[in-house]
């Protein structure tokens, strides 16, 4: 009598299979580009700059605010400093949405077209699955936070002229630091908004409404705002990453503060690993019925 014997699931599959091949990154970032809302939102990121030019020339200067000059004040002083103020007015909510919106309704959107099972069913592992989406979303939420400074940068430079940074609390930094100081503030803008990212690609694997993972991720975030606006809580503020999302502003200093923006990260990255991995875990769980 011969003793039966154990495979392991899927050693015995189709010739040539190879389940790290599935879904390329190219093919989804391919898919996720011809997407309306990816060309809307990428429209809405260059139209700003434009509109806000539009209306400093309507405007005229402000002048200083009770003898307390503020980033706004020297936006038409050349263009590192006009896309220092596009990347202020901006960074609050206006990049929120392209984040929530990229990584929110990556993978509920496959869901509510009924696709997602003909994907699992291709067969793509579900890790798989998701790893590709997570890359692509994040790297178009990168894209989003460095297309707005860009042309905000080209913008400026054509309307105000190429110059130092003028800061608001005096002195300058030359054009060529300035532009490094620009980089930093957006890398960690977008460092900050990963917990965003984190709230939307998680709801986005527990419901097949992709408003609802964006709307959810949004509401979530402006709480944490919301939050952090109660001075009662004291010190407990500062485990909430919106309490460090303006720490950017520290690199607009004489001399570049790291301090609070390698906070914000520290904070903003463990969310967000955090986030991710019960996306991970509760996808791998689920049961698949659209």
């Not at 099972?117 to 994040?138: D, G, I, M, Q």
């Not at 936070?145 to 054509?158: I, N, Y």
């Not at 309490?243 to 570049?256: E, G, M, S, V």
Request: aromatic share 10%; proline share 6%.
């Amino acid at each position: 009598m011969s003793t039966p014997t154990t495979t392991r699931p899927g050693a015995e599959s189709a010739p040539g299979y190879r389940p790290g091949r599935t879904l390329p990154l190219r093919v989804e970032a391919l898919r996720q580009w011809k997407r309306r809302r990816t060309l809307v939102m990428g429209g809405i990121l260059i139209a700003l700059p434009f509109v806000l030019m539009i209306a400093f020339a309507i405007g005229g200067e402000d002048g200083d605010r009770n003898g307390r000059i503020t980033l706004m004040d020297t936006a038409t002083a050349s263009g590192a400093n006009f896309a220092a103020t596009c990347l202020f007015v901006s960074a609050g909510f206006l990049l929120v949405i392209p984040v929530a919106l990229f990584c929110g309704d990556t993978v509920a959107s496959e869901a509510s077209w009924s696709s997602l099972r003909y994907l699992l069913a291709a067969p793509v592992p579900r890790s798989r699955l998701l790893a590709s989406k997570l890359t692509v979303a994040l790297g178009y939420s990168a894209a989003a936070m460095v297309l707005l400074p860009l042309v905000a940068l080209a913008v400026g430079t054509v309307a105000y002229g190429w110059g130092p940074l003028q800061l608001p609390t005096g002195g300058s930094v030359p054009a060529g630091d300035a532009l490094f100081r620009i980089a930093v503030a957006v890398a960690f803008v977008f460092a900050s908004q990963l917990v965003t990212a984190g709230l939307a690609f998680w709801l986005s694997t527990r419901t097949d409404a992709p408003l609802g993972a964006v709307g959810g991720a949004v509401g979530l975030t402006i709480v944490g705002n919301v939050l952090d606006a109660v001075t009662a809580l004291g010190d407990w503020r500062e485990y909430l990453p919106a309490h460090w999302q303006f720490a950017w502003i520290d690199a607009l200093q004489p001399q570049l503060e790291w301090g609070g923006m390698v906070k914000g990260t520290a904070i903003s990255l463990t969310y967000a690993v955090v986030l991710f991995a019960l996306a991970f875990r509760g996808f791998a769980r689920k049961d698949i019925v659209s």
